[in-house]
């Protein structure tokens, strides 16, 4: 089937009563554009589809009589006015008169209208008169952008022609206030995605540097211009050919992605969704290696909005200048090559950039010119152009680039703009053959929210805010940067962190392996070489410690402080981790994540002070503690002996994990429910929660008589009431009471919102715990997004010591997980001292610490037994979604 065929069949359908026909006519322009995807241009496919739609339209329109009548127009506005429509993108149609249409004509035109409803087009529709439209216009920019697009498909000229004198004349929008607008409506939408397209699943047509940022350049020119083909910019300055020919060639690029998921979704869709994302990369000849194909498709995906964002930018800076008469308010030299022009560098002359080694004194410029806060339309075209001329080669193969580049790590300053530019227009990936390989590259999980080139970026400039004035909430990460000697110790290893990314095997082994070439190359300091070297390798040591490991153990404290070997190590690794954590997802830092790393930095550095004596360390830790606590409880009036005889109770493992506040909370609490409630006969539990007893968020603690299922009662309860728990400790007394203390987050990893919220939630827990033996019942799903996602489960086990085994849980973070594997403890006898619970986008990481019913490690029968019914119970979350 051809477009032409298809569209000479339309004609012969005789009567709009004849609905089949239509309806058959419609979905043979669906196969059409589904059997020529592979081979024909996609221009072609939008702009047949439009042809088709056209003469549909048109058809229909005279079956219907209304070409009859003599001041009635139908035209089409937005984007199918542009003549370029997408498979099932909305159909923007006005139905135009001169005057109010009588009520015969009403009707045909409501009739018209029902039957493109009923053949299952996707039709949005204005009926108004020329006066209407342009009183509507003047008031509404979107009805005025629409318009600016029309086009007539039947009908009226006359009826056409003057609505289009009305709405492009002087009582409208002038170039001047539709431009003003359109920049703030991109800002403004730009700004709803944080003012990046780095999203894990973008929109094809909004986000930045996408199809609405191409179109609002030719929204401007053809207000401005009368222009409707974007060659005549090019005749106007405003693009060279290239460029024009870039900015079509990204445009088919995008239109091939957005058409690829409209045939995939089979509806108007413009999200590229994960469940989307495979089959659109297979019908784009990205193979059908599924996550590998979609990393690929999403690379190239994100290169060209980059493309794009450069070009709007450059052409949208002149058209302000232009269209706003604006002239430019301040001018200061720089020197011989650039000058500031309102606070943009701009270049002097037409070829500032003859060699690599200009665009880094270039940057150098920026660097110690901090009034500079963007690059002008000459500058970025200059700066361009120069990326292709020297495309050849590398920079870092140029013993004078190398030198240059050395010089501007050394400084600080360089990492405030101009690290930004070095970023964005290509600088660094010009210079580094590894950075190159790591630009637009996606990670095909929920974790990593940036491509790992823009990741890396946002890192250098968190580690870049600590060494700045304004940083005020990461006191002790600020005094560590301002202290360094050599600052570009710790930002090469940041650059370096995940440079390895993608590669088949360990990127931080890969990445130290990269980093000591490059500090070869450079002439870095063998002693700082191998710091920078040391923390690429280890740049998750910390983080998975603090989330993964047991820190109040003095094996993992003298473990992790051997691994660190000095103060500065430490220092180094925290700022390094901390910027890292807060890098990879807007959502992923919080105070638990806080708390824990200043845990654990704080007792590797008396560690460290103590010569590693890490149970030293810990020893003063329980005499400091019951000291504090003590000093607090009798500020209270709690009894003493009955305190003495509470702690005596208790091992110093209590007393090492908790700070003063929370066991004198504990303590009163507990006491106060002994001499009211809770007595040697009573079987019941104390349920308490209290957002101020630890920094990271709520917790809550539960005491009395030891009972099995308790932590997977609880945690049935929690989940089903969309809070998460981030960490669990489990203390049996010596006389079988239990103290299950429990860290509480929202499910997005906030503190919990109020005090109602977490009255609710202690109710909500002691409730359950009065029904023994039963679960809360679940009601929440599987989100969407994760059920496109392979994580594999893994059970893995290690015995700690005689009396203890570490089970090491890698899953989908489906909810309801730690309530089933807390029945899988019950089931097969396994008591939980401890658990470590870490989401990781969507896979759960975590740390139990059990016994069996003897006290002791698991057997190897019981940890096959243990991991079987893991397995088992996992298995029955995973077909519970949400749609």
């Not at 493309?307 to 200061?332: G, H, I, T, W």
């Not at 070997?565 to 959502?587: C, E, G, P, Q, V």
């Not at 500020?635 to 009955?642: F, L, N, Q, T």
């Not at 504990?666 to 429910?673: D, N, R, S």
């Amino acid at each position: 089937m051809t477009l032409q065929s298809l569209i000479k069949s339309i004609e012969s359908i005789s009567s709009v009563d004849d609905i089949p026909a239509i309806k058959s006519c419609v979905e043979s322009s669906y196969t059409w554009i589904r059997s020529a995807f592979d081979n024909t241009p996609v221009n072609q496919l939008v702009i047949g589809r439009a042809q088709f739609v056209d003469a549909l339209l048109c058809h229909l329109w005279e079956l219907y009589g209304l070409d009859t009548h003599p001041d009635l127009a139908l035209c089409a506005v937005g984007g199918y006015g542009r003549g370029h429509l997408q498979p099932y993108s909305d159909i923007d149609l006005l139905i135009v008169s001169k005057r109010p249409l009588k009520p015969e004509f009403q009707e045909k035109v409501g009739l018209f209208i029902t039957l493109l409803w009923d053949i299952k087009l996707d039709v949005g529709q204005s009926v108004r008169t020329i006066k209407e439209t342009v009183k509507l216009a003047k008031d509404d920019i979107s009805i005025a952008t629409n318009l600016v697009e029309s086009r007539l498909l039947c009908g009226s000229e006359s009826v056409f022609d003057k609505l289009w004198e009305e709405v492009n004349g002087r009582n409208t929008w002038s170039s001047k206030a539709f431009f003003s607008a359109k920049y703030e409506e991109q800002k403004n939408r730009h700004a709803k995605f944080n003012g990046t397209a780095y999203n894990l699943e973008p929109n094809i047509k909004e986000n930045p540097g996408c199809l609405r940022d191409i179109q609002s350049i030719g929204w401007v020119a053809k207000k401005h211009f009368k222009e409707y083909d974007g060659w005549n910019l090019v005749g106007h300055g405003y693009f060279t050919e290239q460029e024009h020919s870039e900015l079509i060639a990204c445009r088919m690029h995008l239109w091939k992605m957005r058409c690829a998921l409209h045939l995939v979704a089979q509806r108007s869709e413009n999200r590229l969704l994960f469940d989307y994302q495979p089959d659109v990369a297979t019908m784009l000849g990205y193979g059908e290696e599924g996550k590998a194909s979609v990393e690929k498709m999403m690379r190239d995906f994100f290169r060209t909005i980059a493309r794009v964002s450069e070009l709007n930018q450059m052409l949208l800076q002149r058209f302000k200048y232009d269209m706003l008469n604006q002239s430019v308010q301040s001018s200061a030299i720089i020197n011989q090559d650039f000058e500031l022009l309102d606070n943009m560098i701009s270049p002097r002359r037409e070829d500032v950039f003859t060699a690599p080694e200009d665009i880094l004194d270039f940057l150098n410029v920026i660097t110690n010119t901090p009034e500079v806060q963007g690059l002008t339309t000459s500058c970025i075209r200059q700066l361009r152009n120069a990326h292709r001329e020297f495309e050849d080669v590398y920079f870092v193969e140029r013993p004078a680039c190398r030198e240059k580049l050395m010089i501007l790590l050394r400084q600080p300053d360089f990492f405030n703009y101009a690290w930004d530019v070095m970023h964005h227009y290509g600088i660094l990936q010009a210079y580094l053959p590894e950075w190159d390989a790591i630009v637009g590259m996606m990670q095909f999980d929920l974790f990593h929210a940036y491509t790992v080139d823009e990741h890396t970026h946002r890192l250098v400039k968190h580690v870049n805010f600590f060494f700045s004035k304004e940083n005020k909430d990461f006191p002790r990460c600020g005094r560590i940067c301002r202290n360094l000697d050599k600052p570009e110790v710790l930002y090469i290893a940041a650059i370096f962190h995940d440079i390895a990314k993608g590669r088949n095997g360990d990127h931080s082994t890969l990445g130290a392996i990269d980093v000591a070439k490059f500090c070869e190359q450079h002439d870095v300091p063998d002693e700082d070489a191998t710091m920078i070297a040391w923390l690429v390798e280890n740049h998750l040591l910390m983080s998975v410690v603090a989330q993964r490991r047991d820190i109040y153990d003095p094996e993992v404290i003298s473990e992790f402080a051997s691994a660190i070997r000095s103060h500065n190590h430490l220092n180094l690794l925290y700022t390094l981790t901390l910027a890292d954590i807060r890098a990879t997802n807007d959502n992923l830092w919080n105070d638990w994540k806080a708390s824990l790393l200043r845990e654990l930095y704080l007792m590797t550095q008396k560690a460290l002070d103590n010569g590693l004596q890490c149970q030293v360390t810990l020893n003063e830790r329980v005499a400091n503690h019951k000291h504090q606590a003590s000093k607090i409880l009798r500020e209270k009036a709690v009894d003493p002996i009955a305190t003495e005889t509470l702690w005596a109770r208790f091992d110093d493992d209590y007393f090492v994990r908790f700070k003063p506040t929370q066991i004198a909370w504990h303590t009163q609490e507990i006491i106060q429910a002994q001499n009211d409630w809770l007595t040697a006969d009573n079987h019941g539990l104390l349920v308490k929660a209290n957002d101020n007893s630890a920094k990271g968020g709520t917790e809550i603690f539960i005491y009395g008589k030891d009972r099995k299922a308790l932590f997977a009662q609880v945690a049935s309860v929690l989940d089903s009431r969309n809070c998460s728990i981030h960490d669990a400790h489990v203390t049996v007394t010596r006389d079988g009471y239990v103290f299950d203390s429990m860290l509480v987050l929202e499910q997005d990893g906030s503190r919990l919102s109020s005090d109602s919220r977490i009255q609710s939630l202690e109710k909500a827990v002691s409730d359950q715990l009065e029904k023994p033996g039963r679960s809360h019942e679940n009601k929440r799903k599987l989100p969407r997004q994760m059920k496109q996602l392979d994580v594999p489960t893994k059970v893995r086990f290690f015995n700690i010591n005689e009396e203890a085994t570490l089970v090491e849980l890698e899953a989908l973070d489906a909810p309801g997980i730690l309530a089933k594997i807390g029945h899988a403890f019950v089931d097969t006898n396994v008591t939980l001292k401890l658990a470590k619970i870490a989401t990781i986008g969507e896979r759960a990481e975590d740390i139990f610490i059990v016994s069996n019913d003897a006290g002791k490690a698991l057997t190897q029968e019981q940890q096959v037994s243990l991991k079987k019914r893991i397995l088992f119970k996992l298995d029955q979350l995973e077909d519970i979604t949400i749609p």
